[in-house]
Structures are given as structure tokens and as C-alpha cells.
């Protein structure tokens, strides 16, 4: 499209600035991180932590692993073995953890049609790819003690295993590895609906989901967890991912 200084005061609903440019030529691995042997510990572990604080069902798990493993394919990281949960709770959520960890909510599974299972989906795929859990670990205090003692793990049993879980029960209960900053958000978003097509969803999932949870958050917030409550603005986040979608198509 070609654009003429007339069309960007007459026509106020397209946003032209790419609001994905810092995120397209990124590369992604875990130079520098963990790497992948002991992030598939740690997430083992995580998990561990996660099923203490949370009831875990196979209410809806088979439709989540379907249209999860075909994201997770369709992601720039598809050789990681992606395990999807789903907790049983009244909140709107999910949230991922490093190794590949996808948890939803019963209520967000109910909520959602398969594009918009799959939007969430992608999205905390995302998260996994761009490694955005192992980058906040790496900055925490614990960082050297975690992943000495990772190196040392050898099975979930021992005084390693026992000290290492009370150090990520802390991490899972305080919320450190699954909050995310804002920029990370709009990566993992933009990640997710670049990988829609490819799975064989409909990117206006992503639209309807957001503008889902945007009712929510009108009506009953306290029932937003952090896929929603944190971080960018819903309508910002609507209107990025129609630039993409227009964009993919333009391509
Ligand atoms: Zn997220």
C-alpha cells in the first residue's frame, strides 16, 4: 500500500507504525540461558510445584492437547515436547513455564471456540519461545544456585530435588517466572498470531478472544487472571493484531 501524507490524517482507523518491528528479526535459542537439558528440568520441576497450588483436571485436556500441539508445531520452536494442562478454577487464564508447560483454565477452556483456544494457546507458546521465563530467571537472585543445582540433578528424589523445590515452590507461589513485562506480552502476541495460519486456525480468534475477556474485564474483573489483568491495554492489543493479520495478507 502505498501512503500519501493525506491518507494518515484522513483515515484515523489503520495504524500505520508496525507496532511488531522490534520482534521480526529476532532469532531465538538459549544461548546465554539454561540450556535446553536443564530448562526441561526445571520445568518438570516447576510443574511439580504448579500441581500442589493448583487442582488439575482432564476436563477439556484432550481438546486443549489437539489444538496446542498443532500451535506448538506451527511455532518457532516445534522439536520442544509441549505438555498442556488445565486447572480447574472460575478465573480467566493460562500462563506457561519454561520446558514447554501450558496451563489454561476450565473457565477460559469453556469460554473460548477453537480459534480462540488456539490464540491462547500460540500466545503462551510464545512465551516458550522466546524464552521469556528463562531470561526473568536469569536476572534473579537465585539464578546460580538454581542452575547449579539443575547440573546436579539427577532424578526428583534427594536433598538437590528437596532444596531446589522449595526455591521454585517460592518462585510458582510469588508468580516471578509467569509475570510477564509488558513488551514480552506484545512478543508472545505477536508470536501466537503469526502462528495461527499455519496451524490451521483463524487469526480472528485472536480479535474474538480478546474482546471476550475485554466484556469480562468490564463486568467481572476479579475474574481476569494474568493473561489479561497485566500489561498492554486490550483495545492496543486488538488493533496490533489486526496490523498483522492485514499485513500477512498484504504478503
Ligand atoms: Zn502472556
Redesign the pocket.
Known amino acids: 500500500m502505498r501512503l500519501q501524507n493525506h491518507a494518515r490524517t484522513t483515515t484515523t482507523f489503520i495504524q500505520y507504525d508496525d507496532p511488531y518491528s522490534e520482534f521480526r528479526n529476532a532469532r531465538y535459542s538459549n544461548a546465554g540461558l539454561l540450556n535446553e537439558r536443564d530448562e526441561i528440568k526445571l520445568g518438570t520441576q516447576l510443574h511439580r510445584e504448579v500441581t500442589k497450588k493448583y487442582n488439575l483436571t482432564d476436563v477439556g485436556l484432550d481438546r486443549v492437547d489437539r489444538i496446542g500441539q498443532r500451535c506448538a508445531r506451527a511455532s518457532l520452536r516445534p522439536a520442544m515436547l509441549y505438555k498442556f494442562h488445565v486447572i480447574q478454577s472460575r478465573e480467566f487464564n493460562g500462563?506457561s513455564l519454561p520446558g514447554g508447560h501450558i496451563y489454561v483454565t476450565t473457565a477460559l477452556v469453556k469460554l473460548a471456540n477453537d480459534n480462540e483456544l488456539a490464540s491462547v494457546l500460540a500466545?503462551?507458546i510464545g512465551?516458550v519461545v522466546a524464552r521469556h521465563s528463562l531470561k526473568t530467571l536469569k536476572q534473579s537472585q537465585e539464578y546460580d544456585d538454581i542452575a547449579k543445582s539443575l547440573g546436579d540433578l539427577t532424578g526428583v528424589a534427594g536433598d538437590v530435588a528437596r532444596d531446589l523445590g522449595v526455591a521454585l515452590g517460592q518462585m510458582v507461589a510469588g508468580g516471578l517466572l509467569t509475570i510477564?513485562t509488558r513488551d514480552?506480552?506484545r512478543e508472545?502476541d505477536f508470536l501466537g498470531v503469526r502462528a495461527m495460519p499455519k496451524a490451521g486456525f483463524d487469526q480472528q480468534g485472536m480479535i474474538t478472544m480478546f474482546q471476550k475477556l475485554q466484556r469480562i474485564e468490564g463486568t467481572n474483573s476479579d475474574l481476569l487472571g494474568?493473561?489479561f489483568s497485566d500489561h498492554p491495554d486490550a483495545q492496543e492489543r486488538i488493533d496490533s493484531t489486526r496490523y498483522e493479520i492485514a499485513r500477512m495478507k498484504r504478503r
Do not use: T
Open positions: 500462563f500466545h503462551e512465551h510477564h514480552e506480552e508472545a494474568s493473561l
